[in-house]
Structure formats: structure tokens, C-alpha cells
T-cell receptor
Framework: GAGVSQSPSNKVTEKGKDVELRCDPISGHTALYWYRQSLGQGLEFLIYFQGNSAPDKSGLPSDRFSAERTGGSVSTLTIQRTQQEDSAVYLC??????????????FGPGTRLLVL | DQQVKQNSPSLSVQEGRISILNCDYTNSMFDYFLWYKKYPAEGPTFLISISSIKDKNEDGRFTVFLNKSAKHLSLHIVPSQPGDSAVYFCAASARGGSNYKLTFGKGTLLTVNP
């Protein structure tokens, strides 16, 4: 079946502009995650959605970052007033059922964001 | 403060030989460890995992070893194949309510030469 898809695959924006990144999880997966990978770094957890529960936003680096998940499926990560340090690959993942540690997280190809 | 460290940015091995990728961690709350493999322009894909109650887990050519006292794990690939060339990420999750959060190392680029 279809994997996790993300759009756009690449985004170039100017400092100060807002950007929206989209994630379509695997159908039937109730848990959704956003990570970010800055150059030369490992993946950094940003936010976690599980079903109708309140999301875990503890990894969001600043209040310029927000995310929503509509209808328990598609998710949008929004970065307001982008800064150059926001340049990174933003990865979305989803997993089945409880989202506990033994649930494999399936990753999308990522959105490569460049802030000029 | 890096809680998961992969100290070798790159590793090159000959086809057919063993590849050993290493990972160290500092957080004693970590109790589940994973290896992900990533090809360019693709997302990471899950490879193998190990729970802290075990010291070894094997899946085909891939074996993960865990040394809890040393806070060290390693991934062995035998025999290595050119298609194994990729970036390998070590990841860990902690016991408790936020066990869905994975903490990743920076990755090791493995090149398997024909």
C-alpha cells in the first residue's frame, strides 16, 4: 500500500515568510509524528499526535512552530516568520495503533526547507 | 547534550566482509533501541530493534548487540552487500509515558565497495 507522503518535497522561502508543510500518513495509522533533521544532526522530535488525544508539543523549538491534524489523518506543520536556522529536512512518520515504543514508525521522504 | 552518539560519521567496507556500526547512549532511562537505514532523498526505514531485557537480536544478515553496563550498542551486517550502502541511524526510546519519542544519533554513512 501507499506509504507516508509529504509535500512539497522542496521549499525555498525568504526569511520572515510563513510556510506550511503537509503530511499524509499511512491509512489506518492513528499515531503521527513530526521530526526535523538539521544539517549534520540526527532527527529531532517535534510533535506527536495520537487519535483524539491532546498532542505532545514538547519538541517544538519555538512558538513560531505549530501543527494540526485534521480528521485524524492529514497533518500540517506551520512555521511562521521563518528564520535561517529553520532550514532543515522536516520528516513525518506514522504508526499503527497505540504509538507505543514497539510500534514501528514509518517515515515519509521529508520536505527540505531552505530559508534564504 | 547528545543522548545518543554515533562517533563514526562514515565507514567503508569491502563487499562480503562484516560491517560494524557503533552507538553509545547516556540516558539510563532508555530501554528500547532501534536502527534505521536511510537512502538519499528517502525517509528512514526501520531495520532492527532490541529491548533492554535482551543483549542480542538477530534478523537475517543483521544483528544488534546491546551492552547495558557500557551503554553501548552495535549493529553487525554480515555479509555486507553494496545495496547496504546508506546512512544508518541509531535511535532510542525511554521508559515511561513518552516512550513514543525517539532520540536519534547523527548517523553513520556506510559504503560497501564491490
Amino acid at each position: 500500500g501507499a506509504g507516508v507522503s509529504q509535500s512539497p518535497s522542496n521549499k525555498v522561502t525568504e526569511k520572515g515568510k510563513d510556510v506550511e508543510l503537509r503530511c499524509d500518513p499511512i491509512s489506518g495509522h492513528t499515531a503521527l509524528y513530526w521530526y526535523r533533521q538539521s544539517l549534520g544532526q540526527g532527527l529531532e522530535f517535534l510533535i506527536y499526535f495520537q487519535g483524539n488525544s491532546a498532542p505532545d508539543k514538547s519538541g517544538l523549538p519555538s512558538d513560531r512552530f505549530s501543527a494540526e491534524r485534521t480528521g485524524g489523518s492529514v497533518s500540517t506543520l506551520t512555521i511562521q516568520r521563518t528564520q535561517q536556522e529553520d532550514s532543515a529536512v522536516y520528516l513525518c512518520a506514522s504508526s499503527f495503533a497505540s504509538g507505543g515504543k514497539k510500534e514501528t514508525q514509518y517515515f515519509g521522504p521529508g520536505t527540505r526547507l531552505l530559508v534564504l | 547534550d547528545q543522548q545518543v552518539k554515533q562517533n563514526s560519521p562514515s565507514l567503508s567496507v569491502q563487499e562480503g566482509r562484516i560491517s560494524i556500526l557503533n552507538c553509545d547512549y547516556t540516558n539510563s532511562m532508555f530501554d528500547y533501541f532501534l536502527w534505521y537505514k536511510k537512502y538519499p532523498a528517502e525517509g528512514p526505514t526501520f531495520l532492527i530493534s532490541i529491548s533492554s531485557i535482551k543483549d542480542k537480536n538477530e534478523d537475517g544478515r543483521f544483528t544488534v548487540f546491546l551492552n547495558k553496563s557500557a551503554k553501548h550498542l552495535s549493529l553487525h551486517i554480515v555479509p555486507s552487500q553494496p545495496g547496504d550502502s546508506a546512512v544508518y541511524f541509531c535511535a532510542a526510546s525511554a521508559r515511561g509515558g513518552s516512550n513514543y519519542k525517539l532520540t536519534f544519533g547523527k548517523g553513520t554513512l556506510l559504503t560497501v565497495n564491490p
